[in-house]
Structure formats: C-alpha cells, structure tokens
C-alpha cells in the first residue's frame, strides 16, 4: 500500500513543475524542451504515485496551463505530450539496451508520431489553411516528406525522454512510495542485506560444533 499523503504531495509537486514549463513554451526558446520536463513530470508521478494519479496529475496541469490564455505550448502538450507520456509509461519495460525492445518501442512511436502528425494536417487545415492546402496533400511526396522528418525527431526525442525518465526514476527515492519499476534489486544491495543478516544472527554455541 502507498501512503495516500504522498501520493498527494507527489501529484501536487508534478502539477506544480509541468504547469508552469508549458505556459512559459509560449515566451521562451526551446518550447520543445520545457515540454519534454513537462512530461517528465507526468512520467515520474505515474512512476511514483500510480496512474490514477498520473492520470490527475497531467489533467491538472494542462487544465492550469490554459487559465493565461491558450498557446502553440498548451495545444502541443494537449494534443502531442500528454498522449505520448501514456504511452511512454506503458512502454517503460521496452528499453533501448535490448535490441528486440529497442525495434518494437521505435515502431510503436513510429505509428504514433504518423498518427499524430495526420491529426494535427487535418487540424490545423480545417482550423486556418483550408483554402490553401487541398486534402490531395496527405497523399503528396510532400507530406511523406514532412511526416518522415516529424517521426524521426519524434524516434530521436523518445530516446531522449527513455533515458531522461530512467534515470530521474532510479534516482529519485520517496519512503513511502514505490521507487522503481519492476527491478530486481541490485547485487550490491542484496548482498549488504545478506551481510547484515549474517551479523545480527547468533554465533553458535560451542556444543553445536562437537565431532560426532
């Protein structure tokens, strides 16, 4: 069982770190990156706290993003992060130290970005280029074009993130909540734990040590 107060307490402190990074996507550089801390936030209350309060965690933050007004930061985290942090989480066992893992995780974001990207042409044409862009495009060289350069940045940027969220997840150690995913302990550990066993267990006595 988790401690429900800490759960809280980690779900409050992602809130308050994801927020702010997307509403300041829309005044600073490198937007991409205050998203990518964005949803690492949400990454590490899944990790932490469970997904129902990951799941509050990111529907908290991006609803505070939009009370300033709405941005290209907040629609991208809408549309784009928060999506992908799901199905981040739900591939966490997939890493890139594996090469089987490694083909299936990027074929999955493969589809992903693809499927993204075909939401946001349809989006963004509907909402402002409909007279300008003919729906013929999608089937253009084009669009292959485009839509291969956003699914390798999105393969790239996944990396990143795998990396990013394993490292900040063995890191981080809150008592009282889960701080890791499914990993055996380390050997390290393991054996100081036998070794400290070994030193609080009576020496025999010397009876027990007679010939028979």
């Not at 702010?20 to 801390?37: D, F, K």
């Not at 784009?80 to 974001?109: D, E, S």
């Not at 084009?142 to 900040?168: H, K, M, N, P």
Request: aromatic share 10%; with cysteine; hydrophobic share 50%.
């Amino acid at each position: 069982m988790y401690s429900k107060s800490r759960q809280i307490a980690v779900s409050a402190v992602g809130v308050a770190l994801a927020a702010p990074c997307i509403v300041l996507t829309n005044y600073l550089p490198l937007s991409v990156s205050l998203l990518i801390i964005a949803a690492a936030a949400y990454f590490i209350v899944f990790e932490k706290a469970g997904i129902g309060f990951g799941i509050l965690c990111m529907c908290a933050a991006t609803a505070l993003s939009f009370i300033g007004g709405v941005g290209t930061g907040q629609i991208l985290n809408l549309i784009l992060f928060v999506p992908y942090t799901g199905l981040a989480y739900g591939m966490r066992k997939l890493t890139f130290g594996n090469v089987k893992h490694m083909a299936l995780r990027a074929g999955i974001v493969l589809v992903f970005a693809n499927v993204v990207f075909l939401g946001v042409f349809y989006l963004i044409r509907a909402a402002f280029l409909s007279e300008f862009i003919s729906p013929d495009f999608v089937g253009s060289a084009g669009y292959f074009a485009v839509a291969a350069l956003f699914s390798a940045v999105t393969v790239l940027t996944d990396i990143l993130f795998e990396r990013l969220c394993s490292q900040l997840c063995r890191r981080i150690k809150i008592r009282g909540l889960k701080n890791s995913v499914d990993k055996k302990p380390d050997t390290e550990d393991a054996e100081e734990a036998e070794d400290t066993e070994d030193i609080f267990k009576d020496p025999p006595e010397e009876g027990d040590n007679t010939d028979d």
